[in-house]
């Protein structure tokens, strides 16, 4: 990974902390979780993730999504953020998700005999996020939570005619709530 | 040899449901999207639209759907109304071009707008099963509904 895509990984960090900080400061609750995910960038392969979860009371939910690969040279990374709204869904063991999320996949190539030629590169994109979970199992400590997200970004001017990229992540999550 | 008029049949059925629906104020969606169907992300919605990018929806006076469309597939559930926004759960059978399988699908709309039409906006995505695995179609579609 270059400098400059480091740079952007923690930008993105950054800024949604700082948003998600401010906001959970205003509230009276916060809620920490991490768990895995099932993840799926529409061509119905399924490549495992890592996902870390925080929420306020008041239902602002902040994920980061992680994924990637390697295959011999070539190194992909995944990241996507996202900053939602949740609010209960008939009843507290469901809960809906809508908001926005941004995406940085990256790619690496290297090539060991020719340095020169090595090459990155990361796409960028702003979308949005709709979620569903579902409040499987609960002590007062810890709860466990299944998840269902959508992630949706337009395909740059193609989106006039509804063109889009869409991720899945299918999850599990243990949270604590304090 | 009598032959079933199902031609005849369906129109009666579709009339009906027309009118049930109109005297319930329960909405009759018509959408407009390209469908994700397996093969990376959606093309643009045809002009004028295909088959596949087509979906109807039916919603009954207790907030139960019908949703039919070639992709992402046939579903029947549970509608979470919140006056604009709404959610929506339930299951069906899930198509894309990878395969057919049941399965659990899941929608957020927003119905945008007061009076008889409104404007309707949904992303609906879905999971099936099937024998070589499982299959993940999703459409984001646009049109009216019919209150």
């Known amino acids: 990974m270059n400098r400059i895509q480091k740079k952007s990984i923690w930008r993105y960090s950054l800024l949604s902390l700082s948003i998600f900080v401010s906001i959970a400061k205003a509230s009276y609750g916060f809620e920490i979780g991490s768990g895995v995910s099932a993840v799926e960038d529409g061509d119905d ?19 980061f999504l992680f994924y990637g690969r390697d295959f011999g040279p070539v190194k992909e990374r995944n990241y996507v953020l996202s900053i939602s709204k949740r609010w209960d869904v008939g009843s507290k063991t469901w809960q809906g998700l809508v908001g926005g999320a ?39 400590v810890v709860q466990l939570k299944a998840t269902w997200d959508g992630y949706i970004f337009p395909a740059g001017t193609g989106f006039i005619f509804l063109a889009n990229a869409r991720k899945s992540a299918l999850g599990l999550m243990l949270q604590t709530q304090f | 040899m009598t032959t079933i008029p199902i031609k005849k049949l369906l129109w009666m059925i579709g009339t009906l449901t027309l009118i049930e629906s109109k005297a319930l ?4 969606s018509l959408r407009f999207g390209p469908p994700g169907v397996g093969t990376g992300g959606t093309n643009p919605v045809g002009i004028p639209p295909s088959l596949a990018d087509i979906e109807i929806g039916y919603v009954s006076a207790n907030k139960w759907e019908t949703n039919i469309s070639a992709i992402p597939g046939l579903f029947i559930g549970k509608r979470i109304d919140f006056k604009g926004p709404y959610m929506s759960l339930g299951g069906g059978l899930a198509i894309s071009a990878n395969g057919v399988g049941p399965g659990p699908y899941s929608a957020f709309g927003y119905d945008f707008g007061s009076g008889s039409f409104r404007f309707n906006a949904e992303y609906k995505q879905a999971i099936g099963l099937t ?5 993940n179609p999703y459409a984001l579609r646009i049109g009216i509904a019919w209150y």
Request: charged content about 15%; cysteine-free.
């Open chain 2, 131 to 135: 024998s070589k695995g499982t299959i």
């Open chain 2, 25 to 28: 104020s329960a909405p009759i």
């Open chain 1, 102 to 140: 941004v995406m940085a996949d990256q790619t690496e190539i290297t090539f060991p005999n020719s340095p020169a030629d090595n090459t990155s590169y990361t796409s960028t994109n702003f979308g949005m996020n709709f979620g569903l979970h579902w409040l499987a199992y609960e002590t007062k």
């Open chain 1, 45 to 63: 392969r399924v490549r495992p993730a890592a996902v870390i979860h925080a929420s306020t009371a008041s239902g602002i939910t902040n994920r």
